[in-house]
DNA sequence: GTTCGCGCTTGATCTGGGTCAAGGATAGCC
DNA sequence: GGCTATCCTTGACCCAGATCAAGCGCGAAC
């Protein structure tokens, strides 16, 4: 693994399931490839329920997400189950230097992730500064994220929650989809009410009334359970509480 | 500043009232210093209450806390408030590579920071990799906090919020000390009943109710609103709902 | 087709923690 | 000493969301 350098990011190139995670941890590489990679890269695909890795677990690999969502969630002995953190396609998984799982990781929906082995990736990262670096900002993204995240489970109303998990999901969906937010947003839920519940620390029965709620009120409309439209998304917004720029300011 | 190089953080064996946190940066560090980096470091101090950034504010430098608390505060229009964060000696604040403060950044006690202009702070993460790295972990150990606290946030009980704070609080003290966690633990809140329940997602009664509860339950003892003696930890952790280590490991 | 299972909805009731309100303790200051 | 401000405690009451329970809708298996 000695012949690593900079070049080894240039794997993002080919790799044909998983290009926007690979060219989000090195944005500057556009060309070649290194063979080395391929030794300490592969594929694993999960099914929906599924779980990836189990608190506690020895984890010998880092990776992130191709296609697919996940979710990290933390559970007492109890049974109470609370989600920390929803995985998205591009979104990395692991932590170099870490030897056990902190959270069980559990595939929502079917998924595939591209892994690679720690040990051999941990050295890739003493040797290429800007996996580090791009590491570094993705992770104060995460860090933002769940901080964002802490003031919607502490001190927001059950109503306010769900606006607020609709308008972010309606947010990246939108961001992903490149036609950006003009007009009314459409998106499928990625989420079962269960999940939703764990996301925002509410039972599943809150999350429903509070759906049917928002719909009844006509700051969404439902088609099925899971096909979601908002016809205004600064309504939406004003409802999670948020002000109107709804974020982190970058 | 195109002269920087690793040696930069020697600077950390000079930074008299600062030390644990430039050791933290670049632990590796033994020797010298370089006079670059006096032009780029300053410290200013702020009194218990002093904010010291307002968020949306223009932001720059970072820097790292010296002596004394400060926490990280959302706050929504209607004036609810959730910490998000509390930032102890050593801890890092700011974050490379963003224009706007994100949070509200005040001083609960009296406090020194040691800070960076933020230009050649980044300029400097550049041409040092090591700094990228250090901070990498860094935050990911403050991912991994504010993760955890997501979990009390979203399905813990009063009584197991206060009891998650007090051990999180009393074994940071109790590391700090060096005396280790055998024996009853001692040690002063540093927080207001309302900077408690602002952690928690609570109201200052809830806290205080909740405080006397576990007073009277015998789990704390009280030498007036402040100093806390806890004769059973592990007592403590039950409370707190967590498993025996309480904590993530390692 | 029927049956099963799962995800979801809705209703009825209960309760933990919020809200409102009234003091108590302590420290600083004159 | 008394006065004031700040922080904290405690009580009475209330309500948002949890809990318990019943049933719907729909796709998959047979």
Known sequence: MNKLNDDVLHI?????NCPIRHRAVCARCESD??????EIKYYRSFEAGQTVIW???RMDFVGSVVSGIASLTQTMEDGRTQMVGLLLPSD???RPGRMAAAYDVVATTDMVMCCFRKKPFELMMEQTPHIAQRLLEMTLDELDAAREWMLVLGRKTAREKIASLLSIIARRDATL?????QGPLVFDLPLTREAMADYLGLTLETVSRQ????KRDGVIELQGK???TIPDFSRLLNEAGDDADGGIMA
């Open 92 to 94: 990395f998984v692991g």
């Open 12 to 16: 993002s190139q080919d790799c044909g």
């Open 33 to 38: 490839e290194l063979e080395q990679l391929e």
């Open 211 to 214: 759906m049917s709620a928002l």
């Open 55 to 57: 608190s506690g677990d």
């Open 177 to 181: 989809k490149l036609d950006g937010m």
């Open 226 to 228: 899971r096909h979601v």
